[in-house]
């Protein structure tokens, strides 16, 4: 078993599925001779040539358009938008098109592409480096949305992101490419090493789009969470000592609704936490789907706890971005509240 | 006292609005034969003259002169014939079952049939067209079954889309024709990316792009224009100008100050300008283009110069922002009746044999339509479990609950 960083398992993911399949092809601005802006295809030019991984003109919907027409033809893209915050000039090749040729063409022709994007905040990016945008893409039928938060998840998302038959949106928060983040911006930078999910195997496997992942077992509430915010949830229980289980729901939609409602209908009481905005957020849909699962066996009101409803500031960001102790002190309030 | 007078803001405007007398005088007819063919494999750089002039074959005596004239099979010019005349007898019946309120909408294309038919006619097997709505004639030229093309237009129970798409947004693999989307674009930059997948896999197939003049104001038709320039793939990039997008003039996607087809020149892409009313000229100039992609010399866009007689679809009516006698005035005239002449005057047809075409298309399309309805008219028989199908590959379990909720 190899030690791999974020950044390392998903160039493993796409290093293994461009020598399996000759029909994967890796561009995106940046990503070919230079490896990308967070090296995520460094290497892979060379070793795959430049039919294979190549860069592509500052386009994004360009980057889409033409995987789309590329995945008609019969090739598996792996596109990456350099920013999530950027994929906004894609979002109707996304919405209009990728997500919707399987059906308005009765299966003709189908768009198995996997479009890569960095997403999230505590990098101090400002607004348009920080973003977390999952909900505009859980919105739309036929897309697929994925937030892995380790390395091993990622690998192995995204090999069966690149291997499904329909596009999958994989967004992938950067504060946690280099090592996992616990929201304490003011404490040595931890690292990937030693850490059980940074064993990462070199070769091909698959971790299932659609199911979540048990973070941590627990008793009194249930904290339903993705990407960087997994680490903020367990930092917030380790401070707080209130013994929360913790799940990590790796792909948003479809969604794993059973492991989560599982979970409520035992602890009773349930945080959602997430980086985005919270007017109609992810947290939204969560909210809803627990609530008609789980009316009956809630103590307290479901709460969220997410990004404030603004621009993501730059200076202010430790102010922006729901740290442990914002999480630890809601945790605490949802302890409290009336059953 | 400022130094300025006060800005000004332009808004273009046709030459004429209804009540007004239908007005071409700006715009200019080279006569046919006269604008130079150069080899395929020329410097694009020595070329930029084909966008700005207007190539033409036929001329007023309907002979086919000049370079592009070439020679081109017989046999290849009745079929052309007969489909542009069966495209026209198929819209027109489409039209009367749209008045009859047996399907909800219908778009024509008269006027523009030599476009589709000409290209197809020079495409081959395997390649793959990105249409819009208006080329139906690309499906009716290599003989899709026309019940098929109703059903759809029908969204009955034989429907291939299953009652999910808009009348006349076909999808047919099989021939070549990629899923039209109703959002204007989106298509130009599928062509350039399924091309440069041909190219990667060093395929031999090559694909087409078609966009209206309208919609080249859209973003994906620079972001087209960039990935082809840059990675040249095997593409030919249409634009159908027919002058008309809905009810805004060319002068509003900026089609006054420059043609549509220099628009290529800034991106290093050879572009022709070509009378698209000239099935001979369209034929050739299809083939040249085709012959440059499949040769690997790269992308070329083609504007092709047409004028959309027919409303824009059947929800609006022309004689609202347009004088109803243009399309009569419009200079280069009907493809359908240029092609008739051309051949009458080789010996190739006759005024006899086109009123028997004529009766033969309205009565096979009459006919088609008869048995295309026994499948239901205006979304009959489509089936609500088609609602949830194909959303996926495989149907996500929320997606199994909600058609349950339905109850289908």
Redesign the interface.
Known sequence: MAQMSMIEAIRSAMDVMLGRDENV?VFGEDVGYFGGVFRCTAGLQEKYGP??VFD??I?E??IV??????A????RPCVEVQFADYIY?AY??IV??AA???????????ASMTIRSPCGGGIFGGQTHSQSPEALFTHV??L?TIVPSTPYDAKGLLISAIED??PVVFLEPKRLYNGPFDGHPDRPAQSWAGHPQGDVPEDHYTVPI?KARLVRDGFDATIVTYGTMCFVAEAAVSETGIDAEIIDLRTL???D?DTIANSVRKTGRCMILHEATRTSGFGAELSAQIQEECFYNLEAPIVRVTGWDTPYPHAQEWQYFPGPERVGRELTNLMEAAS | MPEYSPLTFRVPEPPVRPGGEPDFSKFDVPKAGTVRRPEVDSDPDDMKDLATSLIRVLNRNAEAVGPWAGDIDTDLLLHGLRSMMRTRSFDERMMTLQRQGKTSFYMKCTGEEAIAVGQQLALLPGD?N?PTYRQQGLLICQDYPIVDMICQILSNERD???G??LPV?Y???EYGF??I?G?LG?QY?????????????GDTKI?TGWIGDGSTAE??F???L??AS?YQPPVVLNIVNNQWAISSYQGIAGGDLATFAERALGYGIPSLRVDGNDFIAVHQVSKWAIERARRNLGPTLIEWVTYRVAPHSTSDDPSKYRPREESAAWPLGDPILRLKNHLIQRGLWSEERHKQAEAEFDEEMRLTAKEAERYGVMGEGASDRDIFE????DM???LSKQRQELGV
């Open positions: 092809v039919t294979r592509s003109p386009n919907s360009g358009g033409a995987g789309i027409g590329m008609a033809y019969g090739l000039p109707d090749q209009s098109e919707r040729l399987r059906y308005r063409s009765a299966g003709q022709f189908t039928s036929g697929k038959d329909d659609g939609l479809p969604l609704i | 793959m990105f291939p889309l299953h999910r798409q947004l999808s047919a693999r990629f899923t989307s959002n989106t930059i599928h062509a350039v990316g399924w091309a440069m997948a041909s190219a990667i896999k694909a973003n994906d620079h972001a087209a960039v990935n840059v194909d959303v996926y590959k996500p379990p929320h």
